[in-house]
């Protein structure tokens, strides 16, 4: 019997993600055949700004190659544009005069960029940011010119603007709103996105109209002119403002459109036998520009297509992620507020991490995320089901982990997830089908998984879950993938292959790395120059660099700085422990330099806070005690309990202990900051079971746990070894530290670097393996010894400058120009 012919006019992300479901529900009932106007076979359009950032090639973002269609037995015609729809006959008939007929017409014709209509749209070097030829366009142009102007603060322009800049272009935006992504993100997520974005070099011109471009002699765009009258030089122009869905061929067939082509719940036009989906859709009045709506609508339609009859598109609540390597932003719903909505806010602006969540009637209405995106698929599932939070209020601000769906808490959120629960936003794909594909086909590694269920195929934001779910499904036979992360937008070089590279290759200084690795920015950025750096002196100790203005302003001048531009200083009090004498010298300079807060910390020691930057050599001179690391990447402070010393319940000195740690790992360097802790009985005074090495006396030794973070997000330490002695203790400790300092991505606490390579990797080097135990201990030893005290160092005048106020070096260039 004659298989009914169905025509696809889109050989686009919609239009084939639809034939993909058709495929898998009703494999053989249709003759299919598709029409391309581009040249090309399906390709991921969500990694354009990849390919334009020089991240990726095309080819890497292909989706569906040409052996696919002829696998599955699809005619493709690429290059070829329908400009006529015969509903009577039920035939379309191409541009170069092909005709197919059809029993079954989809429409994906997707959308066209909107430009601006102002005098010059139509010049040399103005261009638009939609398909391959676009970025190709793009990607030219900044091999001869130097000045690209993009129109539009939005997802695009941005993505835009990011992917010119690393090509080597000074980059200014142009958006007409107050503040970036205005219609994604909130007033102060914007904020924090156009500082991160100018640290990359990017300038902005916020609350500007375009009013033309203006031509050079040649015909070519060489500037923008504003309405209030400034212009800007620009070689090449961007419209970003904004798509419309392409109707054109629609409404020449006589098919309803208003904003887009008109489907019903089932994705149906006023002809039942034409189907729609996709950019050019109108759908209850609304059409959706983002790729996951789209993929929603695509299994809907396909189920219809199939005679299943069942299934219907309501609508799609959407979210946002920008895709520019290094930031991570979310939002979704309601996030702006209003009238009967409360706000929930966690604002940490020097740490870069915002998250704000709308409540109503105790319902999650909106989120948005900036920084910290980890639960971003978390609140939106909220949001979307619609369920009460009433008793997740006193938690929701700090994640999944910490609610505990399955009532563990602290354990990983792939773990906490259901079968049903949506992994990968852009794909729609749940973790139950990655589950299913990874144990019928043998998946090992997260390409596998994107290649089989397309999960962290398209903005890879998920890609961190879906490594989890392979690791809590496979156990040790996960399999990492080595090019999934890389350090920042400077290099497409992961953390693992900078690293190899300085060891094996004994790079002692960045511009030796940045030279040997072919860095794309010549000097490196804010995020990479601090990794570099870490791996530089942690890779070659007592012979790397280290590069003072690599660090962070709290590692330059060795205390912590607080949100009015003071400082606070905390005095080393090893194990907590201190003296009268040293009371005394503390209460003295908290007195002298009118020191506005003395506080007790949660790591048992006493903060100085709101010490003037020009007083800081003075009182760590007037304090005569070492300062403690309690501002740096490095080791924080080691928490005692009194133990068998002062204590009924106590088995070990755990206060020794914990000197005794402390003064070994004293000025330690890490990837991030390390807090230890020593119980002298398992009542754990001590908090020992959420800190990175938690050591708890017990009447036999010791056990030790590694892994805990008592921060946003608690996660309990989990149990690494039981041993006898003292010495033992500081032997396992430390080896288990020096391999985190050795393997651990910069920035990434031990928690998430124990979760990415497995508790039983640790537990290999170094519990099983006593000669590379003692290796790595040797090593920790030797990268230790004879560390400078930073302190000392700097009464003696060391980087004296570092401490003058802004405010006099301004004053001394003025007086040293003037003479």
């Known amino acids: 019997m004659k298989k009914p012919r169905l025509v696809v006019v889109g050989n686009g992300m919609a239009g084939i993600r639809t034939v993909e479901e058709l495929l898998a529900l009703a494999p053989d009932m249709y003759e299919i055949t598709v029409f391309g106007s581009e040249p090309h076979p399906n390709y991921n359009r969500i990694l354009l700004s990849p390919v334009l950032a020089g991240e990726q090639s095309f080819n890497e973002i292909v989706l569906n190659p040409v052996s696919w269609y002829e696998d599955n037995g699809i ?19 191409a541009d170069d005069g092909t005709e197919e007929p059809y029993d079954r017409l989809l429409l994906a014709t997707g959308s066209q960029p909107f430009i601006l209509p102002i005098p010059g749209k139509d010049l040399d070097g103005v261009v638009t940011y939609r398909d391959i030829r676009d970025t190709e366009r793009m990607i030219d142009a900044a091999k001869t010119k130097q000045h690209a102007v993009v129109i539009g603060g939005g997802l695009l322009g941005l993505e835009a603007a990011n992917g010119l800049k690393l090509r080597g272009m000074d980059v200014s935006v142009v958006h007409l709103g107050d503040w970036l992504l205005d219609r994604q993100l909130d007033p102060t997520a914007g904020g924090l996105l156009r500082r991160s974005l100018e640290e990359r070099g990017l300038t902005f011109l916020l609350a500007k109209q375009t009013a033309e471009l203006v031509a050079n002699e040649a015909g070519h765009v060489s500037s923008v002119r504003f309405k209030d009258g400034d212009e800007v030089p620009a070689d090449l122009v961007v419209m970003a403002v904004g798509i419309r869905p392409n109707t054109a061929l629609a409404e020449s067939a006589g098919l309803h459109c208003n904003r887009g082509i008109v489907v019903s719940d089932v994705l149906q036009t006023f002809d039942p036998r034409i189907y729609a989906v996709g950019e050019c859709v109108s759908h209850r009045g609304i059409a959706y520009g983002l790729v ?3 993929f929603e609508q695509a299994k809907v339609c396909a189920n219809h297509l199939a005679q299943m009859g069942i299934g219907q598109y309501k609508g799609s609540v959407l979210s946002t992620k920008l895709k520019v390597t290094g930031i991570d932003l979310f939002s979704a719903g309601d996030f702006m507020g209003g009238e009967g909505t409360e706000d929930i806010v966690l604002s940490d602006p020097a740490g870069g991490v915002y998250k704000k969540l709308v409540i109503k009637d105790d319902k999650l209405v909106g989120a948005c995320l900036y920084g910290d995106t980890t639960d971003g698929a978390w609140y939106f599932k909220l949001l979307r089901e619609g ?12 994640g999944e982990s910490a609610i505990g769906d399955s009532g563990v808490q602290g354990q990983s959120r792939a773990a906490a997830m259901q079968d049903s629960d949506e992994v990968c936003g852009c794909n729609g794909v749940c973790k139950g ?6 144990k019928e086909k043998g998946l090992f590694t997260v390409d596998d998984v994107k290649k089989h269920t397309k999960a962290a195929s398209s903005c890879g934001s998920c890609t961190g879950l879906v490594e989890q779910i392979l690791m809590n499904t496979l156990g040790g036979s996960f399999q990492e993938t080595p090019k999934t992360k890389a350090v920042c937008g400077c290099t497409d070089r992961t953390h693992e292959e900078v690293r190899r590279a300085i060891r094996e290759h004994h790079l002692l200084t960045h511009r030796a790395a940045y030279d040997f690795l072919e860095w794309r920015t010549p000097n490196g950025c804010a995020t990479c120059r601090p990794a570099v750096n870490y791996y530089l002196i942690s890779t070659w100790p007592h012979e790397a660099t280290d590069d003072p203005q690599s660090r962070f302003i709290n590692e330059r001048a060795h205390a912590n700085i607080q949100k009015d531009g003071t400082f606070s200083v905390v005095p080393q009090m090893k194990g907590g422990v201190t003296n009268p004498s040293e009371l005394r010298r503390i209460a003295d300079v908290a007195d002298k330099y009118h020191i506005p807060m003395v506080k007790v910390t949660g790591g048992q020691r006493i903060d100085l806070l709101g010490v ?3 007083d800081l050599v003075r009182v760590w001179r007037d304090l005569g005690m070492q300062s403690g690391h309690a501002y740096g990447k490095s080791i924080r402070t080691v928490k005692t309990c009194v133990g068998s010393e002062f204590c009924r319940f106590g088995t070990q000195n ?11 790992l004293a000025n330690m360097w890490a990837p991030h900051k390390v807090k230890l802790a020593v119980s002298g009985c398992p009542r754990n005074c001590a908090e020992a079971g959420i800190k990175d090495v938690g050591v708890i006396a017990v009447d036999s030794g010791w056990e030790l746990y590694v892994g805990g973070n008592g921060g946003i997000k608690t996660e309990v330490a989990e149990f690494f070894v039981k041993v006898k002695t003292p010495e033992e203790v500081k032997e396992y400790a430390g ?3 020096q391999l985190y300092r050795e393997e651990a991505h910069y920035l990434e606490r031990t928690v998430h670097y124990l979760a990415r390579v497995g508790l039983d990797h640790a537990k290999r080097r170094v519990v099983d393996d006593a000669a590379n135990r003692r290796a790595l201990y040797e090593r920790l030893l030797y990268a230790l010894e004879g ?30 120009q003037a003479v």
């Open 735 to 737: 080896a288990f530290l």
């Open 387 to 398: 369920r009460t939070i009433n008793d997740l209020r006193d938690h929701i601000m700090f």
């Open 75 to 93: 005619r493709l015609h690429m290059g070829k544009t329908i400009t006529r729809i015969d509903r009577a006959r039920r035939v379309v008939m």
């Open 433 to 438: 089908t990655i589950v299913k594909a990874i």
């Open 612 to 614: 003037k930057k020009e």
């Open 292 to 294: 996951a709506p789209l």
């Open 654 to 664: 755990s206060t020794q202990m914990g000197i005794d740690l402390e003064t070994m």
């Open 787 to 816: 560390l400078p005290d930073p302190w000392a160092a700097r009464i003696k005048g060391t980087q004296a400058r570092e401490y003058i106020p802004i405010k006099l070096i301004t004053e001394r260039k003025l007086d040293e």
